[in-house]
């Protein structure tokens, strides 16, 4: 059930057929093999981020697994000139906005050039205080119309983070003031150990849009279709003056919170194994295959093609040096003030 | 030149402000139409319109946080706590987003905001809207945090606060909104951030204070020059980052030192200066730094707070100690 009673928004079922007419880009097999290439991307660079966190190589990672869907969707159902603001689960839409496997691999290793993206230099770096972005959201949404730039803002957030106030502020105040901002709730159904039922007694999250006045509506969130389709009508709604909404994307976070959770402690197999027969990816070849646009030797090719693309940023992330310790204090201002120096040159020996 | 009281240099420092930038907007509960609940931003929402001065939602958290987004695309937004006893929330933002967007992204993303609140007692407010809470702000890194002390230090510093590139809290004292007025030139001239301003010369011992105590500092150190000691007195102004340079100097100089502020003593902004000054003028000391503050209490109601806020007598007697240490 949606906010406004209608049902879940989905083209493709989990056996890979289609429960509804394709939107037009989905017609598209190259599209469609595109979106799935993007997911396998993702799947690859979470693998790698987990082997090398393993190993003493890289810091504590959030893992996709399983969500992947949302996080492509939602960053495709975008234009590039739009502006992304996305939690701390998000690098599957980060990649397909050209954030590069390298500078994944450089934040989550320890390293702020990570954030410092050669791509798209206007996204916010992920948040990590939960919730604590939707403002920004509204904020960068209210630049754009004060300047009359047909641009949106998209904020992605979990499902806990919809128990937050800023959230409750930020949605209410982009329906005040119709700020051309969307809203995405990646609702994975756990936040580190607290099932959604133990998050809130409403009915869905969409429905918390009710309260704010503005439109909300609930998607398959591992039909990456129906998240492109139903974020990209949202976003163009915005864009043309149509106002802020919320999307609450129905997924299911297969893995641990992070490498430094063990999920386990808090849920058994009974309550994860029948999600691994929705999973994303799965779903997707399926259809591919059952529409003759993907075999195993393309599958193959695929999975070989993503692990190489994040292998070769992992070397490269390997090899790169630490920043000089200095740059701990040189962009503290955008200029550095006698105070600050004082310190700098002390830490750096010279006084 | 014109006489203005404070609130009307802050006025007319942000309507500068907009005139010559179209990047500047003023967000906040009733800053539009109302002007302010003290009157601050009377007349922008006429004269520039409610694209640009914006009426916010009761919500104190995403005022700051939509202003960090506002700085982030390249706007210069003015967001307005009414008091700060509701700022709180919005600390959340200036500590985890504001301060540390530049850090974080190494300069590719900036966040050139000013969040102004009234702060400070002395007016018989209700509860919750006379705190000072500046130091619990002057220790995040990458934020100033600025308390302008007269009518014309309040227009050329939050002028400034408006055209630095790195967020910028400005607590501007209540009790002096309307205590008294001085010619203040309009020009859109800004005065420096970072620089104590120095209100005195004295060559027998220091007083530094900033924001509203700057009244009772002046007028102690009338008082002892009646009684042969000459006092200088130092406004901080800029208290996050500190001139130390400007403070070490004066006390190495008269070797005798009074540190006035309205917040609570315990990790007060007066202990940080105490420390740089045991630091760097160590040898120049002839007398303990003395520091008169609020007490380490909640604030006090309308009926107790003069017996809370240092006066002109306690930061004379702490003089008069310290020119008395052998």
Known sequence: ?351 | MEELNLVQAVNRALARAMADDPSVVVLGEDVGRDGGVFRATDGLWTRFGDERVIDTPLAEAAIAGVAVGMAAQGLRPVAEIQFTGFIYPPIDQLVNHASRLRTRTRGRLACPMVLRAPCGGGIHAPEHHSESPEAMLAQIPGLRVVLPSSPARAYGLLLAAIRDPDPVVFLEPTRLYRALREPVDDNGEALPLDRCFVLREGKDITLVTWGATVVETLAAAELLAGEGIAAGVIDVATLHPLDQETIVAAVRRTGRCVIAHEAPLSGGWGAEIAARLAEHAFASLLAPIQRVAGYDTVMPLPRLEAHYLPSTQRIAAAARRAMGFA
């Open chain 1, 1 to 351: 059930m949606t906010a406004s009673g209608a049902s879940l928004s989905r083209f493709i079922g989990p056996d890979g057929l289609a429960v509804a007419a394709l939107p037009d880009f989905a017609r598209d097999a190259a599209e469609l093999v595109r979106l799935y290439r993007a997911m396998l991307l993702t799947r690859a660079f979470d693998e790698k981020a987990v082997a090398l966190q393993r190993t003493g190589r890289l810091g504590t990672f959030a893992v996709s697994l399983g969500q992947e869907a949302v996080s492509v969707g939602v960053a495709a159902g975008m234009r590039a000139e739009d502006v992304f603001l996305p939690s701390f689960r998000e690098q599957g839409g980060q990649l397909w906005r050209g954030v590069t496997p390298l500078e994944l691999f450089l934040y989550w290793g320890g390293d702020e050039r990570g954030s410092d993206f050669k791509g798209p230099r206007q996204d916010f770096p992920i948040c990590i205080p939960v919730g604590s972005h939707p403002p920004h959201a509204v904020g960068v949404a209210m630049a754009f119309k004060l300047r009359r730039e047909p641009r949106v803002a998209v904020c992605v957030l979990g499902d806990g983070a919809t128990s937050k106030g800023d959230f409750a502020e930020a949605i209410n105040m982009a329906g005040v003031w119709n700020a051309p901002a969307v809203f995405v709730v990646n609702n994975n159904r756990w936040a580190i150990s607290v099932p959604l039922a133990r998050q809130t007694a409403a009915r869905s999250l969409a429905q918390k849009a009710v309260a704010a006045g503005i439109p909300g509506e609930q998607v398959d969130g591992n039909d990456v279709v129906a998240v492109r389709a139903t974020v990209e009508r949202a976003v163009e709604r915005a864009r043309g003056g149509g106002g802020p909404s919320l999307v609450e994307a129905l997924t299911y976070r297969l893995g641990d919170h992070t490498t430094a959770d063990d999920a386990s402690r808090y849920r058994d197999d009974a309550e994860v194994s029948p999600h691994w027969a929705e999973e994303p990816v799965l779903r997707l070849r399926r259809h591919l295959t059952a529409t003759g646009a993907w075999d195993r030797a393309r599958e193959e090719q695929a999975i070989a093609a993503a692990a190489a693309a994040v292998n070769a940023d992992a070397d490269r992330y390997l090899a790169t040096p630490a920043q000089p310790r200095e740059t701990i204090f040189d962009f503290t201002y955008a200029a550095m003030p006698a105070d600050l120096d004082a310190q700098r040159r002390a830490a750096l020996g010279g006084a």
